[in-house]
C-alpha cells in the first residue's frame, strides 16, 4: 500500500546565542493508512520537535532541512509555507493533539463554540460538537466551560475532540494520555486505534510503552534526535535490537522496574559516534564511529540475550 506520510532526512537544528540545538537529526519514517505508529524516547529526544517541524510550528530560531510529503499531495510539507499549512494542511490533512493542551488552548470562547467553529470551518455540522467531544471522552456538559475553566485532563479531552474535528486522513498525537486517569487513557488510546482501524493514520507520541504495546502497530525509538530502531511493534516487545529498547522496555513496571542509568549527552554536545555508548553496558572501540541501519548499534541483541 501507498505510504501515507513519508520522512526523508529530517534534520532541525535550533540556533541559540553560542551553540547548536542538534535536535532531530537525518529521520526517516513512514507511515502507512490504517498504520498507528509509536515514536516513543525519553524526555528531550527530539519527538515534538519532530511532530512541530511536520506542522511548520516550530520557532523561528530553527532551521528545517530534508522532506516530508503526504501521499495525495505533491508539496514537500517542510518547505511549502506558512499559508498552505494553514489552510490546506493543519486540521485537515494532518491533525494534532498538542503537549500540554492546558497551556496551548487559550482563548475566551467556550469549549462548545471552539469545537463548532472547527467543525464549521471543516466543512461539518456544528451541531456535531457534543458528539465529538463524546468521542473524546469528554462530557458534553463540559462543553459550556471556557478552556482556562478546564482541569489538564479536560483540556487534554478536548484538545483531541478539536484534532478529531477535521477527520485527518493523519492525526498526530503528542503525549495525549498526559493527565488522565487509566480508564480515560484506554478510552483515548483505544480511541486513536479505532481511527486507525477506519483507515486513518495516527503517529503516537508517547513516553508511555505500555499505551505503545496496547495499541501500536509499529515502534520507533528516538534517542538523542535519531531513531536507532523502528520495526514492528510485536517484534519489538518481544525481542527489540537496540540496547537503549531494552532498557526502555526494562524500566517498565511489569518488567524489571529499573531505570537506564545516566543521562542522554546535550543536543548541543553530541558525540561523533554512537550517542548511546556512555550509558551501554556492550560499548567497545566500534562504537567511536556512528552506527547505522534499521537497528543503529554496532552490538545489537540477538535471540537469548534479548530481555536477559
Ligand atoms: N526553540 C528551541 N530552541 C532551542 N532548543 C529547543 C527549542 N525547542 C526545543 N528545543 C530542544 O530540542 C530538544 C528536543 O525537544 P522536544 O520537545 O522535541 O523533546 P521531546 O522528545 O518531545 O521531550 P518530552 O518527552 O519531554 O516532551 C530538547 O533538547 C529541547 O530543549
Ligand atoms: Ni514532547
Known sequence: MTDLLTISGLTVRFQLRDAVVEAVTDLDLTVRPGELLAVVGESGCGKSVLAHALLGLLPANATVTGRAHLADGPVDLLRCGEKTLAKTIRGRRIGLIPQSPATSLTGVRRGRRLLAETLKAHGRDPGLADHVAEQAGLDPADLHRYPFELSGGMAQRLATALALAGEPPLLIADEPTGGLDRPLVEHT??????????????????????????????????????????????????????????????????????????????????????????????VTAACARRPTGTVACHHPLTGAEVLA
Open 189 to 282: 488510546l483505544d480511541l486513536l486505534r479505532s481511527r486507525c482501524d477506519g483507515g486513518a493514520a495516527v503517529l503516537l507520541i508517547t513516553h508511555d510503552l505500555a499505551a505503545a504495546e496496547r495499541v501500536a502497530d509499529t515502534v520507533a525509538v528516538m534517542y538523542a534526535g535519531r531513531i536507532v530502531e523502528h520495526r514492528a511493534a510485536d517484534e519489538f516487545f518481544r525481542g527489540p535490537g537496540h540496547p537503549y529498547s531494552r532498557g526502555l522496555l526494562n524500566a517498565l513496571p511489569d518488567r524489571e522496574f529499573r531505570p537506564i542509568a545516566g543521562h542522554p549527552p546535550m543536543l548541543t554536545a553530541l558525540p561523533e559516534g554512537c550517542a548511546f555508548a556512555a550509558r551501554c553496558d556492550r
